[in-house]
């Protein structure tokens, strides 16, 4: 069984099916994880053009299928236990399995701040993809200055007319590519050494404005806008394990080479692990691990 349908997952997939195995993939969502709501992906091999990432998602779920994956997708996992390996499924269907590989990935980290929370949904925001094309015109807030934040703002600015990006030290963390295109974007403004305070509604129902304080007078200073992004990192999906993993500093699965985890039968992959790099490529690379370590354990 495997929980999670991103490309770990479904990498993780087409390998044991196509060792015979009986193989089921389990998502909440529908299959690509992420990538669905990635607009471009050029730097996965054998696409030499910029590929949409809903598209990725469907040539690797289709492929699955193909192998012989049974997919329960758009379903709520409403009880499990992976120590005796099963779950359930819509407090309908009870699914158990010999080995358990977790991919479940990440999800928008919070950044805690007031206001954040009550508008989420309501002019809050942290995916582009999904929400830029509805700034047609306006000026969005975006918080962050790592690659996400960067590239996602570089796609806002093909709707927006103008960009306020708030970033908490005075350089970016972006990549110099991403850098150099959205410093010479001139919808694209700056405030370094800034952290936002409030979310702010003059109406109470949708975001109009951000409160940011300067870190280094404590100044504070309102913006008025029509919405904000915000890309201030991931978090892993556990939330649907009451299973005691073995844990890294920032929450991340601990794994060992074969991306085992420390419960007996039970493997981590993709970004729901503890690693340096978070990229699709690794994600697909942790979904083989898993898989070619479970066929041999398996004797498949």
Same mark, same amino acid.
């Given at each position: 069984m495997i929980i999670g349908a991103g490309p770990a997952g479904l990498t993780a997939g087409i390998y044991t099916s196509q060792a015979k195995l009986?193989?089921?993939?389990?998502?909440?969502? =529908?299959?690509?994880?992420? #990538?669905?709501?990635?607009?471009? @992906?050029?730097? !996965? /091999?054998?696409?030499?053009?910029?590929?949409?990432?809903? =598209? #990725?998602?469907?040539?690797m779920s289709e492929h699955a299928k193909e192998a012989g994956v049974k997919f329960r997708q758009a379903v709520d996992i409403t009880a499990s236990d992976l120590v005796e390996k099963w779950i359930r499924i819509d407090d309908i269907e009870t699914i158990h399995a010999k080995k358990v590989i977790v991919a479940t990935g990440t999800s928008p980290r919070p950044i805690g701040v007031e206001g954040e929370m009550t508008y989420r949904g309501k002019g809050i925001s942290y995916c582009a993809t999904c929400d830029a094309k509805y700034y047609e015109g306006k000026h969005v807030v975006v918080i962050g200055g790592g690659n996400s934040a960067i590239e996602e703002s570089l796609f806002i600015a093909k709707f927006a007319s103008k960009i306020t990006i708030v970033h908490q030290f005075d350089t970016l963390q972006a990549n110099k590519q991403a850098q150099e295109a959205a410093f010479a974007e001139p919808k694209i403004s700056f405030l370094f050494k800034h952290e936002p305070r409030e979310f702010t509604s003059s109406n109470g129902l949708t975001v109009d404005g951000v409160d940011v304080e300067d #870190?280094?007078?404590? $100044?504070?200073?309102?913006? @008025?806008?029509?919405?904000?992004?915000?890309?201030?990192? =991931?978090? /892993?999906?556990?939330?649907? !394990?009451?299973?005691? !993993?073995?844990?890294? $500093?920032?929450?991340? @699965?601990?794994v060992d080479e074969d991306v085992r985890t420390s419960i007996k039968d039970v493997f981590a992959a993709g970004d729901v692990r503890s690693k340096r790099y978070r990229q699709m490529t690794t994600a697909v690379s942790d979904g083989t691990i898993a898989a070619m370590a479970l066929v041999r354990e398996l004797g498949a």
């Amino acid at each position: 069984m495997i929980i999670g349908a991103g490309p770990a997952g479904l990498t993780a997939g087409i390998y044991t099916s196509q060792a015979k195995l009986d193989t089921i993939v389990v998502d909440r969502g =529908m299959a690509g994880g992420n #990538l669905n709501i990635t607009h471009s @992906v050029s730097n !996965f /091999p054998g696409f030499p053009k910029p590929q949409a990432g809903f =598209m #990725l998602a469907h040539y690797m779920s289709e492929h699955a299928k193909e192998a012989g994956v049974k997919f329960r997708q758009a379903v709520d996992i409403t009880a499990s236990d992976l120590v005796e390996k099963w779950i359930r499924i819509d407090d309908i269907e009870t699914i158990h399995a010999k080995k358990v590989i977790v991919a479940t990935g990440t999800s928008p980290r919070p950044i805690g701040v007031e206001g954040e929370m009550t508008y989420r949904g309501k002019g809050i925001s942290y995916c582009a993809t999904c929400d830029a094309k509805y700034y047609e015109g306006k000026h969005v807030v975006v918080i962050g200055g790592g690659n996400s934040a960067i590239e996602e703002s570089l796609f806002i600015a093909k709707f927006a007319s103008k960009i306020t990006i708030v970033h908490q030290f005075d350089t970016l963390q972006a990549n110099k590519q991403a850098q150099e295109a959205a410093f010479a974007e001139p919808k694209i403004s700056f405030l370094f050494k800034h952290e936002p305070r409030e979310f702010t509604s003059s109406n109470g129902l949708t975001v109009d404005g951000v409160d940011v304080e300067d #870190l280094q007078t404590k $100044e504070r200073k309102h913006i @008025v806008c029509d919405g904000a992004f915000i890309f201030a990192g =991931m978090q /892993p999906n556990l939330d649907l !394990f009451d299973a005691r !993993f073995a844990l890294d $500093e920032w929450g991340y @699965v601990k794994v060992d080479e074969d991306v085992r985890t420390s419960i007996k039968d039970v493997f981590a992959a993709g970004d729901v692990r503890s690693k340096r790099y978070r990229q699709m490529t690794t994600a697909v690379s942790d979904g083989t691990i898993a898989a070619m370590a479970l066929v041999r354990e398996l004797g498949a």
